[in-house]
């Protein structure tokens, strides 16, 4: 009844820039805090950023100053806007929402994202 969706991965060179989104929808499409989170090859799955309703943000130090994260809550999306992309930044982006009908969260498939020349 509720599922989220992201978008806007791919390819990419370093110094690049992706926007990534992740859109709610179905019966529960409000979140208190919505995260990305990242998990490269053999590496164990991160916080990469999380907002909450109010757009009170975190970020991880690998991120500060390159990524920033968004909500739309009319649109019922959370971006996160990638720029200065490192190789170090490959991984599979997934995003996760959090109320209190979901309090261990819902999470979407992911999306991949690859930086290399």
């Known amino acids: 009844q509720v599922q989220l969706v992201e978008s806007g991965g791919g390819l990419v060179q370093p110094g690049g820039s992706l926007r990534l989104s992740c859109v709610a929808s179905?019966?529960?499409?409000?979140?208190?805090?919505v995260g990305w989170y990242r998990q490269g090859p053999g590496e164990e799955r991160e916080l990469v950023a999380n907002?909450?309703?109010?757009?009170?943000?975190n970020y991880a130090d690998s991120a500060k100053g390159r990524f920033t994260i968004s909500r739309d809550n009319a649109k019922n999306t959370v971006y996160l806007q990638m720029n200065s992309l490192k190789p170090e930044d490959t991984a599979v982006y997934y995003c996760?929402?959090?109320?209190?009908?979901?309090?261990?969260?819902?999470w979407g498939q992911g999306t991949q994202v690859t930086v290399s020349s």
């Open positions: 996760k929402g959090v109320n209190s009908y979901f309090r261990d969260g819902v």
């Open positions: 179905g019966r529960i499409v409000s979140f208190y805090i």
């Open positions: 907002i909450g309703y109010s757009g009170r943000t």
